[in-house]
């Protein structure tokens, strides 16, 4: 890649049997100019100039979002995010490797315990594990609790880590749910377990799928308004 003459700082990539030119603006401020391989320099800066204000905006909007990013690390630092409450965290010393030794519920919040010498950067991975043993626990509970509703039954239900989604039927009848749903109200693990039994009978997002939905999740747009709106704080929290 090489530098452009630009009204901001960037690369120039180019791409063979690419038709158009792009630009990409990284969350670190790098900005990448995508073009084909052939595309006249002059041209490419007339896309530049004329696209400045786009930069302007979107560097900005980056700036935001660092702020928000290290805002929500902080947070991390002083509170877990359990079943859509944040509960304060504090810290005593333990040898035990059980998970359920290592964290627990307390009427003020959720305690961590750390080896002696409070090393507090082991604080986040106990309470990832602890809040897994949770969603193991209740996750499944509430599906088999919708799935007797319905009068369905699933081939089996998986908790895993991803990245974006919040569950998946299969084909097969199995179930998947992120185990990050721990960390979202009640009502919305119990509309997700719907909406993904649901699926079992009807395998899209079709009208009579949202039918019944609504049949045994009444309400349930007001669980979709806080996924939308809380999804990505629960996924990176």
């Not at 749910?177 to 997002?205: G, M, Q, S, T």
């Amino acid at each position: 890649m090489k530098s452009l003459a630009a009204p901001f700082p960037c690369e120039l990539k180019r791409v063979p049997r690419r038709r158009t030119v792009a630009i990409r603006v990284a969350l670190d401020d790098r900005i990448t100019v995508i073009a084909p391989e052939r595309a006249p320099l002059h041209v490419i800066h007339e896309i530049l100039h004329d696209k400045a204000r786009w930069v302007a905006r979107r560097l900005e909007k980056n700036k935001t979002e660092r702020a928000q990013r290290d805002e929500r690390a902080a947070r991390r630092r002083r509170f877990a995010l359990y079943l859509g409450e944040e509960l304060p965290l504090e810290f005593f010393e333990t040898r035990s490797r059980r998970v359920d030794e290592q964290v627990r519920r307390t009427a003020l919040g959720l305690a961590v315990g750390l080896p002696p010498g409070l090393d507090a950067t082991l604080g986040p991975e106990r309470i990832d594990r602890w809040m897994r043993a949770r969603a193991q626990e209740l996750i499944p509970e509430r599906v088999a609790l919708y799935a007797q509703v319905l009068g369905l039954a699933p081939r089996r239900i998986t908790l895993k880590t991803l990245r974006s989604k919040w569950g998946s039927c299969s084909t097969l009848g199995n179930l998947n749910f992120n185990w990050k749903l721990i960390r979202a109200p009640l009502a919305v693990i119990d509309y997700l377990a719907v909406h993904e039994l649901c699926h079992l009978i009807h395998n899209n997002h079709s009208a009579a799928f949202w039918t019944a939905v609504e049949r045994a999740c009444p309400g349930y747009k007001e669980q979709e308004r806080w996924l939308n709106r809380e999804g990505r704080v629960i996924l990176e929290y």
